[in-house]
């Protein structure tokens, strides 16, 4: 099942952030399938997934985000469009639901699992509204991570969409109250043949520059 | 060179938060060469790798660390232990040294790259210092998604670590008023024969919880 390191080079080097989608060319459903499944195995902190991943299928919400996001072309032009959003908040409510889940998945009796519960209140307890919600967000980007690179070992090209306006997200996606906010999005699907960023040497500092041993 | 989702998902299924690793297993020096340059390939806002990833091969660090890692053995017991620290800052010394780089990679003269240079520059003045921290913060969990996600598609097992003291992190590391402190932490290597987390059932929200269609 494992693959080899060079292929796992040779996937984090096929991928960039494309700016120039193929528009005519969309990503096969079953494939679309598989990186749903992908986002939703995604880790997080004690497993409570402090998201939703919205797939935006509408036209005409994308025209509206891409109003949001400064125009990029992409955010339209792409086969598919994800918003990652985040809880929020993190409330009893959250943690007994991760709680019971967890239970009906592995078997295991809720009151085993007292001892977990206790110590995500504990430490949720130590957090209040904002720190919650940018726990919470850093969360989301696991997300992006994993998603950005599961894609790039299945050829299919991303480009992640940090510059956006969130406020504006949030209102195009009528989020206000839902007890979520949008956190980052990101595109997916393939390039287009004259996106002229796809033949740039990639940049990068020297690996000593990021990497030290002690 | 893609594989197939198949063999993604049996990936990501693969993955858990390994809690007891082999201490007796240590992933091969080639392997781990590819797992370096797979972090540094983590791709990051504007490309500005905010970043510094500590590689700890001193056991006695390690044992310092595991106290400050609510004891958790595998801070020791994993082949590999890295410690993902993010920029506290960003000033224009911090761009300008990104735009150097880029045009030293790229081969575009420094000021085909002013435009690009203006734009960080006055997204960077939007924010305060702890705004510019988080954000870097945020920047590191795409790297911690991507380096779980790398390592399971090359059969290395991973726990992230984010249940750690930052504050004694950042002090055993020497990191104060280094301009890095310490986000999140990982550790690679091969999970136990007897880690009973290893075959409990992937416990998930069920997809149709998690993302919706718009």
Chains 1, 2 share one sequence.
């Not at 109003?67 to 955010?75: D, H, L």
């Not at 050829?155 to 956006?164: A, R, S, V």
């Not at 504006?168 to 109250?177: M, S, W």
């Amino acid at each position: 099942m494992a693959i080899s390191t060079t292929d796992l080079l040779a996937a984090l080097n096929f991928r960039y952030a494309t700016k120039a989608f193929d528009p005519a060319r969309k990503i096969p459903s079953e494939t679309w399938t598989a990186i749903e499944s992908s986002l939703a195995l995604t880790p997080s902190s004690f497993g409570l997934q402090p998201w939703k991943f919205l797939v935006i299928d509408s036209p005409e919400i994308r025209e509206k985000l891409k109003t949001a996001s400064w125009g990029q072309p992409q955010v339209t032009e792409a086969s598919h469009l994800v918003v990652l959003t985040a809880r929020t908040d993190l409330t009893q409510d959250d943690i007994d639901s991760w709680i019971a889940r967890l239970s009906e998945v592995q078997g295991t009796p809720p009151e085993a699992l007292a001892g977990l519960s206790g110590v995500i209140s504990s430490f949720s307890a130590t957090m209040d509204a904002a720190a919650k919600q940018a726990w919470n967000t850093r969360q989301l980007y696991i997300a992006l991570g994993q998603l950005m690179t599961a894609a790039a070992l299945i050829g299919i090209d991303t480009c992640p969409l940090e510059g956006i306006s969130t406020a504006d997200y949030d209102e195009i996606l009528d989020l206000k109250g839902s007890g979520y906010a949008t956190a980052v999005a990101c595109v997916l699907g393939y390039r287009s043949a004259d996106d002229k960023y796809a033949t740039m040497p990639k940049a990068r500092f020297p690996e000593e520059k990021v990497i030290s041993h002690m």
